[in-house]
């Protein structure tokens, strides 16, 4: 399945994970690898010395430049990991799990994406026919949506409080008038969470979802609900939630 979420800001991290695809470049690593193992063996004969690639690789290694120290280190890392020099395609894609892993847990991005990613894999949503609703799931899942959390990050004014403020709970004007006195507290902030289980704005949206599902939302298993049957319904209460928030406006035809 491809993942799109229609946005240029979407995270790489989001895309491999949902989709349990791999980068192309791993595919091709054992091939690289082969040839880095052929130079250097290459370049351990003794009638190599005047020749340009052994010179080359020399000074490769002797100033560790990239090429040299990405492949030494690759081939270092499988040398260990499997006691010979095989060249074995899922060592470097556990290899790439376990950088997907450590990534993840660096980027404030992506804390929505944390609680509802277990493992690498691809996700159950994405086989969903109906395009609206795979996509709504898509955004919230990554971040990628127009949610203040979010939106509020970006700009010159990005640290002013009532950027991530939820725009139906809070009083922009207010807060702005408060936030500089020295018992402000922080507003209600326009989460992935406050918008699904607490903002009053989107109560009847919530009593209208099925039983089972509303009582999933209360609990807040989105995990579940996103790798359930109840994923498609879901999408579409998000895709009511959106259009919520952003109203269609009408044009008038002045003569």
């Known amino acids: 399945a491809v993942v799109s979420t229609q946005s240029t800001g979407t995270n790489n991290n989001f895309c491999y994970g949902d989709s349990g695809r791999f980068p192309w470049a791993i595919s091709v690593i054992p091939q690289c690898l082969r040839y880095y193992n052929r130079v250097a063996q290459t370049t351990n004969s003794p009638n190599s010395v005047n020749t340009l690639i052994y010179h080359a690789y020399q000074d490769q290694k002797r100033f560790n430049m990239s090429w040299y120290s990405t492949w030494h280190t690759i081939n270092h890392q499988q040398l260990h990991d499997d006691g010979d020099s095989t060249l074995n395609l899922k060592t470097h894609e556990r290899i790439f799990i376990d950088q997907w892993q450590a990534s993840l847990s660096k980027q404030s991005k992506m804390n ?5 990613k277990a493992q690498f894999g691809e996700e159950p949503y994405l086989k969903i026919q ?12 990554s971040s990628s949506h127009d949610l203040r ?7 010159c004014t990005s640290a002013k409080s009532t ?18 006195l020295p018992f402000f507290e922080e507003p209600i902030i326009e989460s992935e969470e406050h918008v699904l289980n607490e903002c009053p704005m989107y109560h009847h949206l919530r ?15 989105y995990s ?32």
Do not use: W
Request: glycine share 4%.
């Open 163 to 180: 950027n991530k403020s939820c725009r139906f709970c809070c009083d922009e004007e207010l807060v702005t008038d408060f936030e500089a």
């Open 130 to 141: 109906d395009r609206s609703s795979r996509l709504q799931i898509a955004k919230l899942r």
């Open 149 to 155: 959390i979010e939106k509020g990050r970006y700009g």
């Open 112 to 116: 929505f994406y944390r609680q509802v």
């Open 224 to 255: 579940l609900i996103m790798s359930s049957h109840h994923a498609n319904e879901f999408g579409i209460f998000l895709s009511s939630c959106h259009s919520l928030r952003n109203p269609k406006r009408t044009t008038n035809n002045q003569d």
């Open 207 to 221: 009593m209208g979802l099925s039983d089972n599902l509303k009582s999933l939302v209360m609990l807040k298993e």
